[in-house]
Structure formats: C-alpha cells, structure tokens
C-alpha cells in the first residue's frame, strides 16, 4: 500500500508561485498514476487539479489551471509535485495529492489520499 504525505503550502500573495510536494511511501510508486485535487473553503466537493500517469509521459490539467500549474514526477525519489504560478485568490483551498491506476478526474474513484496541505492566496 502507498501512504502519501504533502508538504509545500502556505500563504502568498495573487501572483506569487508555489510548489508542492507529495511523498509517497512503499512499493510500487512508479505503478500509480498520481493527481492533485482541491478542496475549496467551505467546498463540499474534491476538484480535479492535474494528474500524471505512471511514466510522466501523460498529464491531465483542469481548465482553470491549465497554463499556469505545471505537474511532474521523479519516481527514483517517489514524489510528485505540483507547481502553481501566477496564483490567484480562487486557488486558495487544501490542496490533496491522491493515487490510482489511470489519471481519472472524479475523486471517489480514489482511495489512497494525503492529508491535505493548505494554500491560501491573498489579493
């Protein structure tokens, strides 16, 4: 089983970047694909942020981050990370790396989830 642990969230200002970190610990990283969801104040809901599949030769990015968040992988270290530019307020939420074994958009089709890290983007 792959536990997951996400680091690298804070506070900034609209404009600013920031990179997060997902480490994952146990066999078989490589084998997962990997996605970065978040949870919005107050959001009932998970949304889809960006995935990568198994190699990193596949992404997937939501539209309302697409060119400025960029996701990759190093599986010699088992980690993903995300790296979010040009942030805005509307990014602010608790950011959640997950796993699973096709980059999928819905987030009950996961099980095995971080904590959270928290972003929060002033204006």
């Known amino acids: 089983q792959v536990q997951l642990v996400e680091s690298g969230g804070g506070l900034v200002q609209a404009g600013d970047s920031l990179k997060l970190s997902c480490a994952a610990s146990?066999?078989?990283?490589?084998?997962?694909?990997m996605s970065w969801f978040r949870q919005a104040p107050g959001g009932k809901e998970r949304e889809f942020v960006a995935?990568?599949?198994?190699?990193?030769?596949?992404?997937n990015y939501a539209g309302a981050v697409k060119g400025r968040f960029t996701i990759s992988r190093d599986n010699a270290k088992n980690t993903v990370y995300l790296q979010m530019n040009s942030l805005k307020p509307e990014d602010t939420g608790v950011y959640y790396c997950?796993?699973?074994?096709?980059?999928?958009?819905?987030?009950?089709?996961?099980?095995?989830w971080g904590q959270g890290t928290q972003v929060t983007v002033s204006s």
């Open positions: 997950a796993a699973s074994y096709a980059v999928v958009t819905t987030a009950n089709l996961y099980n095995i």
């Open positions: 995935g990568i599949g198994h190699s990193g030769s596949f992404t």
């Open positions: 146990g066999r078989s990283f490589s084998s997962f694909s």
